[in-house]
């Protein structure tokens, strides 16, 4: 059964700072990896996918890494800004079989930028 | 272009009643995937339907159940509401069941239910 686990929890920081989250998940036998930002009470907006072949993707000032190998990604924001101020979920896509095309989450880093 | 649209985006109901929520894909997305999502937790997988067919399904109860239609939007049923079961429910669509080298998944803005 894949678990993926988000450190931190959650995390306080100033603006301009760089930062890195990081997802962890325990099957490697994934296709892809999908970061996305929530805003609360809100839905998903998807940040940056990863394809199992990949090892990084970069999307303005965020930059995802994945390692299938150790079941580990990064994700590294910036310059943050206060407008990041969000909980960022990391998921992974579940290969064949019954589990198929079925997303597994984290329970996501909750990220303040405070000015 | 319209993303996914679910509706309705609130709704609140009394215990052991019967609730439809819908959604509708991007246009050209045959693929629909329902997740619940408790306050303080990331989704969880509930239902993926492809082509109108089931392709997975998560550790829910049959109380939950789901349908695709010719225009391949989708309607989330629950029947005997719980207490447990107020959640945002959310909607995703991708281009194909099998989300593609390419593919990932777009979110719709969910529904918040509230069960009393």
């Known amino acids: 059964k894949q678990e993926v686990t988000q450190i931190p929890a959650a995390l306080s920081v100033p603006e301009g700072e760089n930062l890195v989250l990081n997802c962890s998940f325990t099957?490697?036998?994934?296709?892809?990896l999908q970061w996305f930002r929530q805003d609360p009470g809100k839905g998903l907006t998807s940040l940056l996918l990863i394809q199992s072949s990949q090892r990084e993707q970069t999307s303005g000032r965020l930059n995802a890494s994945l390692d299938k190998s150790s079941g580990r990604s990064t994700l590294y924001i910036a310059a943050s800004q206060p407008g990041d101020s969000a909980t960022y979920l990391c998921a992974v896509r579940a290969g064949g079989g019954t589990s198929y095309g079925k997303l597994t989450f984290g329970q996501g880093t909750i990220l303040t930028v405070h000015p | 272009d319209a993303g996914v649209t679910q509706s309705p985006t609130h709704l609140i109901k009394t215990r052991g009643q019967h609730v439809t929520l819908r959604c509708s894909p991007i246009?050209?997305?045959?693929?629909v995937s329902w997740y619940q999502q408790v306050l303080g937790q990331g989704p969880q997988f509930i239902f993926q339907?492809?082509?109108?067919?089931?392709?997975g399904r998560g550790n829910f109860p049959d109380r939950f159940s789901a349908r695709q239609f010719p225009n391949y939007s989708s309607e989330l049923n629950v029947n005997a509401l719980l207490l447990g079961d107020s959640a945002l429910y959310l909607c995703?669509?991708?281009?194909?069941?099998?989300?593609?080298?390419?593919?990932?998944?777009?979110f719709g803005s969910g529904t918040r239910l509230t069960v009393v």
């Open positions: 339907y492809y082509e109108k067919e089931e392709r």
């Open positions: 099957d490697s036998a994934i296709y892809n």
């Open positions: 995703a669509s991708s281009r194909r069941g099998n989300q593609g080298p390419t593919d990932g998944y777009t």
């Open positions: 246009s050209g997305h045959k693929s």
